[in-house]
């Protein structure tokens, strides 16, 4: 019952006990995680060398065609991926957007790469640049491979896209990665590794299931840290010596007190007023509202906050919880009895600044499964009329909860968005360009992404919870200050910047 990490090319059981890992939707034992026993140092010294001379010896487009490769392996065989999802309590649509966006963004990042990046293993970044009256000394910037490995520390709740939007880049840019996934899904991870493995160039992946203890001394300037999860364990790992002292590349992804705006022009029966209801809803309970991006903050104008409750409150009434795959189903169950206590904990903490107006935190009737052996939770949907209160821009409920507060205009508008304290992804709802620009020049400087929601754009729109591999993923302050995805942004943040001096001929040479 012990899940196996991928190590040096083969799997290695850990010893003792382990932490249990439990179907979140019945309870039972799925697996036990441990990596007591395991040698983490050997790992690191097989990447660093069978996966970065593997690697190296590939150029970016062999690189790309590896990486599709992997895509399609999982594209085969990702209905074994959604049953192992469903343990974790997340539906067909769920898994989805886990599974199948994890795919797509690895054929992305497979397709830029094969049409933007050279056949070489170097990329030179721009022209020459003279640097001397007389044309015989100048510069240019290239992008060579560091003489590093990539780790990448995963959040529970992406454990397909999250592995694969951190594995993409670093691939193409030639690092070895060793994946740590968290321990809650660590088994679905898994599995995408065992069907990727043979598809890469060897020592390109391994994966501890498990801690890490000790790996990260092994870490410095010529290593990568791509970490997902919540701003206190960003804030332990930015502090680790690998970090502050060897400088080690550090990439944090964290939580977010997300915002959607509703315009002021949007007033019932105009189609933005229902599309924000629906977006909310949408993003509370798509994988029970455990989404990074995730709307917490819904603002609308003050005099329209009672019909836009009632029009949430009555989609929320639609929505059935239970079983992934059971009859009905449009929500299922948080990942574990432990998360639900964490956002029971956040949603009381929210109460103290407005009420709950609709679901009940310790009740809800669950369809094909038994609502306290699985970690079922009702959607919940609070209204907080005060909004300076601190609550509902400082406590993330990682769940389906979100809050509603009134705005006046505006300069408030702004001031509310920046108590988010920097966020990954924001929206506006509206068809009023004067009021989405200023709202939009208001809020950008928060924000690693902000999506214009209207009725011209929404057939086609990717939705306000959707990052794009095309486009930037991250966002200032506490959603962890860093950048992912962005297209090939990404393939160059993991390479090393070279400045080179000195005369044309030579420097023609030295990229040619
Ligand atoms: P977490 O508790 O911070 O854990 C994240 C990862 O860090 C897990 O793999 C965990 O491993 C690992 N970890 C914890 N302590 C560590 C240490 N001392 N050394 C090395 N690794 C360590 O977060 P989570 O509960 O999994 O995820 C939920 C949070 O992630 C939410 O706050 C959410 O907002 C955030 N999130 C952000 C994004 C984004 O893109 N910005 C995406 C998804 C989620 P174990 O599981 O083994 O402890």
């Known amino acids: 019952m012990t899940l196996p990490s991928y190590l040096e090319g083969g799997w290695r059981t850990g010893a003792g006990e382990g932490t249990p890992v439990a179907d979140a939707v019945t309870g039972e034992l799925v697996t036990r995680v441990t990596s007591d026993g395991l040698d983490l140092a050997a790992a690191v010294t097989y990447a660093r060398r069978t996966g970065l001379t593997a690697l190296g010896e590939l150029t970016f487009p062999q690189r790309a065609a590896a990486l599709k490769a992997a895509a399609l392996a999982l594209q085969e065989r990702k209905q074994e991926l959604y049953d192992l999802s469903a343990r974790a309590g997340a539906t067909r649509r769920d898994a989805a957007v886990d599974v199948d966006g994890g795919i797509g963004t690895a054929l992305v990042y497979a397709s830029l790469a094969r049409k933007g990046l050279p056949d070489h293993t170097l990329i ?20 060579t491979t560091p003489r590093g490995i990539s780790l990448q520390i995963n959040a529970f709740n992406f454990p397909v896209w999250g592995m694969l939007e951190k594995l993409a880049p670093a691939l193409l840019a030639g690092l070895p990665t060793i994946v740590k996934p968290a321990t809650p899904t660590a088994y679905i991870a898994a599995h995408a590794v065992r069907i990727i493995a043979d598809t890469l160039p060897p020592g390109a992946i391994q994966l501890v299931a498990g801690g890490i203890p000790g790996l990260l001394e092994l870490l410095g300037g010529q ?83 009672d019909p836009v409750s009632e029009a949430v409150e009555a989609r929320l009434a639609r929505v059935v919880v239970g079983a992934p795959g059971a009859a009905g189903v449009t929500m299922g169950a ?17 109460s103290e600044a407005g009420s709950i107006v609709y679901g009940d935190p310790h009740k809800v009737e669950v369809v094909g499964a038994d609502a306290e052996r699985g970690a079922f939770l009702s959607p919940l949907l609070l209204r907080a009329d005060d909004v300076d209160r601190p609550e509902p821009h400082e406590v993330e409920a990682f769940g389906p909860v979100s809050t509603l507060m009134p705005y006046r205009d505006t300069a408030q508008l702004a001031e509310l968005i920046a108590r988010g304290d920097g966020s990954l992804a924001g929206s506006v709802v509206s068809h009023d360009r004067d009021f989405v620009r200023q709202v939009v020049l208001g ?9 214009v929601l209207d009725r011209d754009s929404a057939g086609e729109s990717t939705g306000h919870g959707t990052p794009m591999p095309q486009l930037v993923h991250g966002g200032p302050g506490r959603a962890g200050g860093g950048e992912e995805e962005g297209g ?14 000195g005369g044309p001929e030579i420097l023609d040479a030295i990229v040619n």
């Open 334 to 350: 948080l990942v574990g009895l432990a998360q639900r206590d964490d956002v029971r904990a956040a949603v009381a903490r929210l």
């Open 488 to 501: 090939l942004r990404a393939v160059h943040a993991h390479l090393q910047r070279t400045a080179l001096q």
């Open 223 to 305: 290593d990568h840290i791509g970490f997902t999860g919540s701003a206190a364990t960003a804030a332990r790992l930015r502090a680790d010596p690998a970090v502050t002292r060897r400088s080690a590349r550090f990439n944090a992804e964290a939580d977010s007190l997300n915002c959607s705006v509703l315009g002021p022009d949007a007033v019932p029966g105009q189609p933005e007023f229902d599309l924000f209801a629906d977006a909310l809803v949408t993003e509370m309970t798509v994988k029970a509202g455990q989404k990074c991006t995730a709307i917490r903050r819904a603002f609308v104008p003050a005099h329209l906050i």
């Open 124 to 143: 030179v970044e721009d022209d020459l640049i003279p640097l001397g009256k007389g044309g015989t000394f100048a510069g240019r910037h290239v992008l």
């Open 443 to 451: 809020a950008a400087a928060c924000h690693g992404r902000l999506l």
